[in-house]
């Protein structure tokens, strides 16, 4: 009886702590987590010094194979927003997030974007993922448009937890327009002249919507997680040397052995972009330098 009674106590005291812990939440910086480096990215763009922003999935790990770790799950309980930007680990751990800490909003920063499918059309004929419905393509923040949108959501979820700061995530975020739209039409001009439709070859398709945006056709080797079969790999060899492509993309999360085997059939080579990077700007200045290159 007495021990049981002992046991309430603490039971009493630990959720006394609790509450004193959340009434003590410092309003800023706004603690924030993304899933990815790039939306911290657009995140601190906005938020500046008022943002103290947490990546879940660290350089060097896969987006698509994620799993949290216990000292990140423990950030969580001291989070006020989690900005998901739509990729699959997200799917599974999101209500898990929540369950530790359901104070956090969860702001979906895809909301109002068109997602394109995973299906390809290449070569006349479709690309199914037969067992599943369709797969809608994550990598949306590789799209310097379709950023505007994710930093609108961005935005809007900062002005309703911290208003007292509105006038200067307003003029961060008009600022940010402007560095979004000097490097569009930067890749506007670096692709300027080429045929609509000109093909890169990628071995993860990681750059659909950046593609979509500056007229390219991107032609992926894998569909989302899934390698060729011996088939498709003869067919895409026969692909890439009817269309003289000699350059096979790869991202430095995933080995490039495979990519070096159809690189060497094709007498090509393989080069390194990165959908993950941190400085997006730069990085997607760099990467269209890359495409145009592989074009010649
Ligand atoms: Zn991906």
């Known amino acids: ?51 103290d922003v947490s990546v879940m999935v660290e350089p060097g790990a896969d987006g698509h194979t994620f799993e949290p770790k216990p000292k990140q799950m423990v950030a969580l309980s001291k989070t006020m927003i989690y900005f998901a930007i739509g990729i699959e680990f997200e799917n599974v751990w999101l209500e898990r997030f929540i369950a530790i800490n359901s104070k956090m909003l969860i702001v979906h920063t895809d909301a109002g974007i068109d997602k394109i499918s995973m299906i390809t059309q290449h070569h006349g004929e479709e690309r199914h993922n037969q067992d599943k419905e369709v797969i809608k393509d994550p990598h949306i923040w590789l799209s310097p448009p379709l950023v505007k949108i994710i930093s609108q959501n961005i935005i809007e979820s900062l002005l309703d937890v911290d208003p007292a700061h509105g006038s200067i995530y307003k003029a961060n975020f008009k600022k940010f327009m402007l560095e979004i739209d000097d490097l569009d039409s930067e890749l506007r001009k670096i692709f300027a002249g080429e045929d609509t439709g000109v093909e890169f070859m990628v071995f993860h398709p ?47 999360q995933f080995s490039p052995a495979k990519a070096r085997i159809i690189a060497d059939s094709i007498g090509g080579q393989i080069a390194f972009v990165d959908p993950l990077a941190a400085d997006w700007s730069k990085n997607l200045r760099e990467t269209a330098t890359k495409f145009k290159a592989a074009l010649r």
């Open 206 to 252: 990681a750059w659909g919507y950046f593609a979509l945006a500056y007229d390219l056709e991107q032609v992926p080797v894998e569909i989302e997680g899934k390698e060729p079969k011996p088939a498709e790999l003869k067919h895409l060899i026969q692909h890439a040397k009817e269309k003289d492509i000699k350059v096979v993309f790869v991202q430095p």
């Open 1 to 51: 009886m007495k021990c049981l009674r002992s046991l309430e106590v603490a039971i009493y005291l630990s959720l006394l702590l609790l509450g004193w812990a959340s009434a003590a939440f410092p309003k800023t910086p706004v603690r924030v987590f993304v899933s990815i480096l790039p939306q911290k990215y657009f995140v601190e763009k906005i938020g500046g010094k008022l943002v």
